[in-house]
Structure formats: C-alpha cells, structure tokens
C-alpha cells in the first residue's frame, strides 16, 4: 500500500513537473529585436520606466521587462526576452496606470485620449470606461476586450472566447 501510494506520488511529480518545464519554455516572437539592454527612462510620478529609443510600447518594471502590442502584455526576465504572454489579471497595477503619452505606438482606438491619463481599461460586456478599478483591464476597443467580465459578485473574471 505504501509503495503504491509512493509510486502514485512520483508519477505525479514528474507529470506536474513536466507541465511546469513546459509551460516555462513558452517564447512568443513580440516582433521587437534587440542587441542590447535600450536607455530607460522613469515614467514621472511611476515606479515604472519606459524605452522611448524603441519603436514599440516597451515598459520595465520591477526587474521585469513588458510591452504592450496588439491589445496584450507580453514579460520577459530580460530585455531581448524570452516572451510570454501575460494574463490581463496578472499585469502590475503600476504599468496600467502609465498615461497614454508613455506608449511609444499607441492603438490607433487610443487616438483623442488625453495623453496625460491612463489608458481606457475597459472589462467586456462594461457600458462605461474604468480608470483602474479593478486590475486585469484590457483596453476598450482591443481585439482582446472580451477576455474579461464581470461576475455577479462585482469582480473580474477570465474567460476563454469561443
């Protein structure tokens, strides 16, 4: 009995620990290439800073590098990657607070927003706009909008779009 149960666990270890290897060499090609580590500047009033040498919405934070394209956050240890996507509920409050003006290739659904203010992080099936209520917004307008919804206790939700 006590070998099965030994054995049951090894074999759960290693298939949990095969999913977590594989889940940790996920590369994602964002389309920005760089050689070296770009010249990076404090967003003022943000503990966030930006790349404004680089054509792309490249952000670093906390030792950790972001960009935002194409209506998702991509993380990297470093700043030539490797890229993985990030879960709208997992991108640090601090990097969707960065006013409009930061992004260095803004959506052009961005376009007449106020360049000081965050952008519009909007939940899907919202009728409104939200400044940072809850973390894990998407951008209203974003191919990606409708990752998210609000569940009947008020909260953000995640779900998979058919």
């Known amino acids: 009995m006590l070998r099965g149960s030994m054995l049951a666990g090894f074999v759960m270890a290693a298939v949990l ?3 977590g290897l594989a889940q940790a060499q996920v590369n ?3 389309g920005i290439h760089l050689g070296s580590p770009p010249p990076l500047v404090a967003v003022p009033e943000s503990p966030v800073m930006y790349a404004p040498s ?3 919405n490249f952000f670093f934070y906390q030792g950790g590098y972001y960009v935002f394209r194409r209506g998702a956050w991509y993380m990297a240890p470093r700043h030539d990657g490797p890229w993985a996507v990030v879960a709208p509920e997992y991108v640090p409050r601090p990097l969707l607070s960065v006013p409009v003006r930061y992004y260095r290739v803004p959506p052009p659904e961005w376009k007449g927003w106020h360049a000081e203010a965050a ?6 099936n919202a009728s409104r706009p939200e400044r940072l209520s809850a973390p894990g917004l998407v951008p209203r ?6 990752l998210l919804n609000f569940s009947t206790e008020g ?3 995640s779900h998979r779009i058919p």
């Open 141 to 146: 307008g974003s191919k990606n909008e409708n």
């Open 17 to 19: 620990g095969s999913a």
């Open 155 to 157: 909260e953000y939700s």
């Open 28 to 30: 994602v090609d964002i």
């Open 54 to 56: 680089v054509n792309g």
């Open 119 to 124: 952008p519009h992080w909007l939940p899907a």
